[in-house]
């Protein structure tokens, strides 16, 4: 290793451990101030002008000898005070401040003063009272010749001093207004200056007595501006402690205090008040001795404005020829509105309303496929603004005349088909289509130009509310029709047995009630134009549970929601295709939560199908706890889909921490549904879904080491 050369290392320690060697120079402070504050103080202010000092100097010079280090104060200090008991009077002191680091000092600036002498005491004090006024007169005889001012002392009836206020260098007099009370009041006076207060002057007493307070005369009120009157007044004497005036919307009243003045002042602006309105003002006073008022009142009137732009204009179709303005503006007196149209916003407006007192305006008799635009504006008996932007809107569509919905033909168990017929003229309309299963929300709405759409996506067996609205659109102007609304239900999809041959039951046997096979309130049955007694298929969920399908299970002639209750209360053994069911078996949750679905939305038309209620409540409840399972099980999950919020039944083998979460497709976590010790055995937990998204999620189960999940959805 090469080593350092000496005088290479002594370099390196000096700008190690003394940076301040490697600095440049500081620059000299500038704008020094010598200011004496006592008979032994001097203040020394500057300005830094160096942004790389380590400190200030300070050096003094004593009348005319030689400057003297007396003070180092850190860097970025602009102030010092030199403090000192040897400090004189009638003695020049000058001061020089220097900045310094590593490098050097800075130039030196320089300033001197000289502490005064004290002032001397006032002399020849003398206080009286006024008279009627609560005021008392102080005089004195100024005996210095060097005073800055004078500072007045007051004690009332012995209590303990306070000062009252400075009055300037060669002032002989002051007005003591401030008498709340009778009693003695007694003063004294002192000059100050730089070296501080003089002696004080001999104390000068006065026995006041106040007297009633007088009320003001000449009072007029007039106008400023829209917001603001001046209120003014004439004191023939001042023995008030407090002046009160009052406002009120005319001269009858009721008034109400606006303003307190506690000083002796002739007159106040009222403001914030409303245009084109008269106000009255009247005037009361009082002292400790009583009060007085109020007086006549003095009114004036504001005056108009120039009214604002109304605001938050819209155009609103409200019926099948009208439509309806709005607008937002503050209430003012004398103000009216005025409206007028035209067919686009760059077209020839023409007036067709005026005087408006109201802020709505109901257009009526339009043609329903006409698109209308409006401005509006503000007129007062003086002014009135200009017109605001237009807006623009077309009358209320018709609702759609007929809608109807069902299965879709090539997937009626998660499609829905909705048609509908338009309730009057088309030209540009369009429509929003929207479903909500029964008991949820409504989900986004869909546009559709035509007159039908397909909705996919949904689950089987769920019975929906359908929504369909006209909606009239051109150049950003919109109107919307009032709502249609049809009930819709996917069909149920069934596996029938191994129809393929293939020895097992699975997707490939696959098939889903349609309207020809036992589907919908109105399909009839019949073959021959006689209704027929009933018809039955075996079927099976694909879990090992066949059902038997009896189509008119009521025996109506047609298959309605009764005859699917049939099937779910079927749902068990049977003794072969075409033959009756035994007696009604559920041994999967899978189908317990197909018909807890299907029993919410029935309502029972007849005995017969409310004892099929009843038998089907039963069956529901009837099946006993599960042993504890020898794995973590999730169970169920119902309903699924859901909109709301869905039960979660989770069995447990022995006492252990879970974890039970929800994932969107993205893989992020979205709600945690437990998360704590759990004892072996069934839990119940729910799963709150309210402020999520429609869409599939993972719900993640930990329980120990072992994780177990289910797919759900979300439906809005």
Known sequence: MMGFAPNRLLVLLAVLLLPGLAFAQPAAPSGVVVRPVAANAIDVTWSDNSNNE???????????????????????????????SGLQTQTEY?????AENGSGESARAEACATIPNLPNSPSSTNAAQLSPNSTVELRWNDTSDNETGFRVF??????????????????????????????????TVASFNAAGLSGRSGESCA???????ALPTGIQAASVSGEEIEVSWSLPTFNYATLTVERSEGSEGPYEAVSAVEERLLSVIDGGLQPDTEY???????NPKGSAGPTDPACARTAFVEPDLPADVAATGSGPQQITVTWDAPELRQHTYTIERALSPNGAFNQIANGIEAREFEDTNLDRRTRYCYRVRTVNPQFESGFTEPVCGFPQPAAVATLDAGPNGRDPANALDISWTPGGPTDNLSYLVSVRPQGGEFGRPQAVSGTSTTISGLPDGVRYDVRVQSVRSLEEAVAISEETDVVAQTHIR??????????????????QLTSDLCFGATTSLSTDGSNVAWQASVFDFGDDDPVAVRCDA?????????????????????????????????????HRERVRRLLDGFTPRSPAQEALKEELRLLVGSSETPEVPGVPTLDTVYPNPFAQEATVRLGLPEETHVRVELYNTLGQRVAQVANDMRTAGWHTLKLDAATLPSGPYLLVVQAGPSVVTKRVTVIR
Not at 94 to 98: A, F, R
Not at 207 to 213: A, C, F, G, L
Not at 503 to 510: E, F, K, T, W
Request: hydrophobic share 35%; net charge negative.
């Open 54 to 84: 380590q400190r200030f100097v300070i050096f003094r010079r004593d009348g005319s000898g030689a400057f003297r280090l007396i003070a180092r104060v850190d860097r970025n200090l602009t102030r010092f005070e030199d403090r000192n």
């Open 554 to 590: 009521d025996r109506n002639g047609s298959v309605d929601v009764f005859d699917f209750l049939a099937v779910a209360a079927n749902a068990g053994r049977t003794t072969g295709t075409n033959q009756p069911a035994i007696a009604a078996q559920i041994t999967s949750e899978a």
């Open 94 to 98: 000058c001061y020089q401040v220097s």
């Open 494 to 511: 069934l596996w029938p047995g191994d129809t393929n041959g293939d020895g097992r039951v699975d997707a490939a046997d696959a098939t």
């Open 280 to 286: 009255c003002y009247r005037i009361s006073v009082e």
């Open 207 to 213: 026995d006041v007595e106040i007297t009633p307070p």
């Open 154 to 187: 007051r004690s009332v009836d012995g209590a303990s001093e306070t000062e009252l206020g400075d009055r300037p260098a060669g002032s002989e007099r002051f007005l003591d207004s401030d008498i709340r009370a009778d009693g003695e009041y007694c003063y």
